[in-house]
């Protein structure tokens, strides 16, 4: 004869479930991209890719190389909405104040943001070379925006790798290297630079790139790396709490390659997706990828 429960014990056992399922649910994270496209290309004007930013449609996107270029290319996507071909549209070289081509370590893009009227925001590292850079027209001058007095002592190797802009057009950026152990978020309408919140350090994870979404969202992409490979999370931090981001992506050493660019999006039935591209080095051993996520 099986053994009766008591009243207490069956409020026990419920209350165990339920806190298993919110355990679960709390563990919902995505782990692999929907989609994968590794990008072939060759030649001087392709490689080494820390940003992107797509159009509203998802159908063209702009692409930012480290080494001081931009490629815009079509998106092919078949009847589901995968990505099967990237096109090459046009490339054109980034300028510097006096209106020279970016060259050397000044070309050392590594954020970016794009305004609906096309006005473009890149952020750069290099040290004392860190900076953020407006260009009325992609193709002209660059204004230098002024500068945070911390961003003097930045590493060269670890300085302002993620811009972005909010609805209202106030930028937004994030060094990769911590200060006094946590990643100011520095914010700016234009004028002087001001620390809206601070991230703490997560798990080694560095942030790489930024995008406000369609929701109004700020989307965080951040990579760590073990030997030669890479793990990739993604976060949505709420402009009323910009210290507490929730992570919405976390992949495996090895799932992806280095990426470091983060455009969202939302599609025709609704849903937010999440575009991020690898900075390949210049490295044969590494590749040129575009993953997509789609974003609860």
Do not use: C
């Not at 940003?51 to 078949?78: C, K, P, Y």
């Not at 970016?112 to 952020?123: A, K, V, W, Y």
């Not at 811009?163 to 004028?191: K, M, Q, V, W």
């Amino acid at each position: 004869m099986p053994a009766r429960l008591s009243r207490r014990t069956l409020l026990a056992l419920a209350g165990a479930s339920a806190l298993s399922l919110t355990a679960l649910k709390a563990r919902a994270i995505i782990e692999r991209p929907s989609s994968v496209f590794v990008w072939d290309g060759a030649g001087p004007f392709f490689g080494g890719f820390s940003a992107i930013e797509l159009s509203a449609d998802r159908t063209r996107a702009l692409t930012i190389s480290d080494r001081g270029f931009a490629v815009r290319v079509q998106l092919i996507r078949d009847t589901a909405g995968r990505l099967t071909a990237i096109e090459k549209l046009d490339h054109f070289t980034l300028n510097d104040r006096d209106g020279a081509p970016l060259s050397g370590q000044r070309a050392d893009v590594e954020g970016m943001d794009q305004r609906p009227d096309g006005t473009l925001f890149l952020s750069f590292e290099g040290g004392r070379r860190s900076r953020v850079m407006h260009y009325p027209q992609e193709r002209g001058r660059a204004r230098l925006l002024p500068r945070h007095a911390d961003w003097r002592n930045l590493p060269a190797n670890g300085a302002l790798e993620a811009l972005a802009i909010d609805r209202n057009g106030t930028l937004f950026t994030i060094p990769e290297n911590t200060r006094d152990g946590t990643f100011p978020i520095y914010r700016s309408d234009g004028g002087d630079w001001s620390i809206a919140g601070r991230l703490s350090n997560r798990e080694g994870f560095e942030p790489v790139g930024a995008d406000f979404g369609p929701d109004g969202n700020l989307y965080l992409l951040e990579r760590k790396f073990r030997l030669a490979f890479f793990a990739t999370r993604i976060s949505r931090i709420r402009p009323a709490d910009l210290s507490n981001p929730q992570t919405l992506v976390e992949t495996s050493y090895g799932v992806l390659d280095n990426h470091e660019g983060i455009s969202v999006t939302r599609d025709a039935a609704g849903q937010i997706w999440a575009t991020t591209i690898s900075d390949d080095n210049q490295n044969r051993f590494q590749r040129t990828e575009v993953a997509e996520f789609p974003l609860d």
